[in-house]
């Protein structure tokens, strides 16, 4: 059998560098992709097809595609979708250019770079899509604002995909992970540094007492249903090889409970349960 490929991004940690492996791992051809060239080598040097593809950068993307398709000779079999950021803060200090830069790297790119490998895999009459969402993208929480924006978003756009390719042999997934041991808190503190004003805020009494202990407590506390970035990668494994793959993946307990949340209680119910209070 022909030897199955897939383009990976955001693979420089976490949950795409242990998708590469794992899939390296089963015998797929995996290209996979950073945002930092010397991540790239670094992958390079583990034996890794990688070179770089930032999301927020239209040239990288049509240049790791292009590539990709050179090496293949213009055939790709999935697309993993994954590599995203926050910017924690209250919804009302999220300036106009924080939630644009936010969604060029959540969500605009993602489109980007997923409406080029599509007439690819409409070409050869097969391709898996799949996308790494969130439990943000299906129930909100405070602070989470941006996050939850471009998860929503990406949740409706990978939807509406999902129907629109439903006859072309191109199969559309999410997966929706709960708390995952990455470097993700550690992202979204840098994030929120640059882009939110806190001490300006009306609300900076609820920074001090909620949000900035959790943002900097990063590296010393992880959340109680925190599972590793392989509990993706095992959902991951369905998605691409499953005969009729699910739309939706769900990885954490709190993924479940959320869906149960939402789904059963009333509004302001799930409000304050998913608030915290």
């Excluded at 690819?120 to 439990?135: D, H, P």
């Excluded at 805020?201 to 925190?226: H, I, M, N, P, V």
């Excluded at 993706?232 to 959320?258: G, H, I, N």
Aim: charged share 30%; proline share 4%.
């Amino acid at each position: 059998m022909t030897q199955k490929s897939i383009l990976i991004t955001g693979c420089s940690s976490g949950i795409g560098r242990n998708a590469a492996e794992t899939l390296k791992r089963r015998g797929w051809r995996v290209f996979a992709t950073c945002r930092s060239e010397d991540d790239c080598a670094g992958l390079r040097e583990q034996g890794f097809e990688s070179f770089r593809l930032d999301y927020e950068d239209e040239d990288s993307i049509e240049i790791a595609v292009a590539t990709v398709l050179e090496r293949t000779q213009g055939r790709l079999d999935a697309l993993f979708n994954n590599g995203a950021y926050a910017i924690p803060g209250a919804v009302e200090d999220l300036s106009r250019d924080a939630l644009r830069s936010i969604f060029e790297a959540n969500l605009l790119g993602w489109h980007d770079l997923t409406a080029r490998v599509i007439p690819v895999m409409r070409a050869q009459g097969y391709g898996r899509i799949v996308q790494c969402s969130s439990v943000l993208g299906f129930v909100s929480a405070p602070w989470r604002g941006a996050y939850v924006a471009t998860k929503y978003a990406l949740e409706g756009l990978s939807d509406t995909l999902r129907m629109e390719l439903r006859d072309s042999g191109i199969a559309v997934v999410l997966i929706e992970p709960g708390p995952i041991a990455t470097d993700f808190r550690k992202n979204a503190a840098r994030e929120f540094e640059k882009w939110i004003d806190w001490e300006k805020s009306a609300l900076a009494q609820l920074y001090r007492d909620r949000l900035l202990k959790r943002l900097y407590d990063a590296g010393t506390k992880k959340d109680r249903f925190e599972l590793p970035a392989s509990a993706v990668s095992k959902k991951l494994v369905l998605a691409l090889e499953s005969r009729r793959p699910r739309p939706r993946y769900f990885v954490t307990t709190p993924t479940y409970l959320a869906d149960l949340i939402r789904r059963l209680l009333p509004t302001r119910a799930a409000d304050r349960i998913l608030s915290g209070d």
